[in-house]
Nanobody, 127 residues
Framework: VQLQASGGGLVQAGGSIRLSCAAS????????VAWFRQAPGMDRVFVAV??????????YYSNSVKGRFTISRDNARNTVYLQMNSLRPEDTAVYYC???????????????????WGQGTQVTVSS
């Protein structure tokens, strides 16, 4: 599946931005869709993921964004969103979405588990 991330921009600290990840194909409940981010000179790190298995829906966040960011999915539009509130300068990064139909639960936070990636969208938070 091809992914297109959008919605980034420049925002002041305390502000909000909503990122979108639009898929070219259908991303049904088989797909885990995650957001990662990469700051200059740093590794790509996990932000949030939504996934489903036979036990139900699973949503996980990194500790640094928990309570401020919300991941959601519109299956009818094949789009996953990342609502980012109370933004901080340390949230500045390029944000990537990624999808996989075969990632296991224990690997949801690992970028190596995802084969399909969007191109990234820059989020800059000024102090």
């Amino acid at each position: 599946v091809q992914l297109q991330a959008s919605g980034g921009g420049l925002v002041q600290a305390g502000g909000s931005i909503r990122l979108s990840c639009a898929a070219s194909g259908r991303i049904d409940s088989r797909y885990a869709v995650a957001w990662f981010r990469q700051a200059p000179g740093m590794d790509r790190v996990f932000v949030a993921v939504g996934a489903s298995n036979r036990h139900g829906n699973r949503i996980y966040y990194s500790n640094s964004v928990k309570g401020r960011f919300t991941i959601s999915r519109d299956n009818a539009r094949n789009t996953v969103y990342l609502q980012m509130n109370s933004l901080r300068p340390e949230d500045t990064a390029v944000y990537y979405c990624a999808a996989s139909s075969s990632v296991i639960l224990s690997n949801l936070r690992s970028p190596d588990a995802y084969a399909d990636w969007g191109q990234g969208t820059q989020v800059t938070v000024s102090s």
